[in-house]
């Protein structure tokens, strides 16, 4: 078996180093498409799921599924991995991360899947303000103007018959709070590992998701309950 597994080996060695060859910022392009692609999967499971399932209750099993699928690579990481160096901060990005999950399903589940996702296409006009405010990045007058004609395309958007709807409201805030946590996760990666932010991410955003879960408890179908498990291992892997 041993000398069979050899090419095999070797084969992954040539694509590892070929893989390092690449610049950086190509591989960071290639995992964001590779991300926002499962980001798009995740989003026609939740919606499928949200046809009988409450928002809330699929967050809960993205949250807990999600969780368990990063517990093996955190514990083979070791201790070091479990132990956060900056718990306020982990605690306050997760609850942010709960919040925006739940919105954006609960968007996903009471608007067209087109509007939903043009609504998450706003997140980079909230990161351009975040990013200046905590993070202390330059933003010069080019980008403030993109920003302000972005935020009323977002007006645009959210009237569609000339009035607001409240899922539109929901959605808006859930990727002003999806974009508050690509800010705390960069922040927090100064000091952290990603498997770390990960791991607290998934238990503290289990828990905050549980009780409203709960409330609207519906038992799933087996179809169901593979297609939550699926939402939960395809979200944590865009992350």
Do not use: D, N
């Not at 990161?127 to 080019?142: D, N, Q, T």
Request: glycine letters at 10%.
């Amino acid at each position: 078996m041993e000398p069979c597994t050899r090419p095999a080996r070797a084969a992954v060695h040539r694509l590892q180093i070929r893989w390092l060859g690449v610049s950086p910022l190509w591989r960071g392009a290639l995992w964001m498409l590779l991300s926002a692609l499962l980001f798009a999967v995740m989003g026609v499971l939740v919606k499928w799921l949200g046809s009988r399932l409450e928002s809330f209750q699929v967050a809960f099993f993205r949250a807990a599924f999600g969780f368990l699928t990063v517990v093996p690579f955190a514990l083979a990481a070791g201790a070091a991995a479990l132990r956060p160096g900056r718990p306020g901060l982990h605690l306050l990005r997760g609850l942010i991360g709960a919040g925006g999950m739940s919105c954006g399903f609960y968007a996903l589940t009471h608007l067209p899947l087109a509007q939903a996702t043009a609504f998450s296409f706003t997140k980079p006009l909230f990161l351009v303000l975040l990013a200046a405010l905590f993070l202390g990045e330059r933003v010069r007058l080019r980008r403030l103007s993109a920003t302000a004609a972005g935020f009323l395309g977002v007006l645009v958007i959210m009237q569609p018959t000339g009035s607001i709807e409240p899922a539109a409201l929901v959605a808006v805030a859930g990727t002003a709070l999806t974009a508050g946590v690509v800010v705390l996760v960069k922040m927090l990666l100064r000091t952290e590992r990603p498997v770390t932010i990960m791991f607290w991410f998934g238990l503290i955003s289990t828990t905050v998701t549980l009780l409203p879960a709960l409330y609207v408890w519906v038992q799933p179908t087996a179809r169901e309950f593979v297609l939550l498990v699926a939402t939960g291992a395809v979200g944590a892997s865009a992350q």
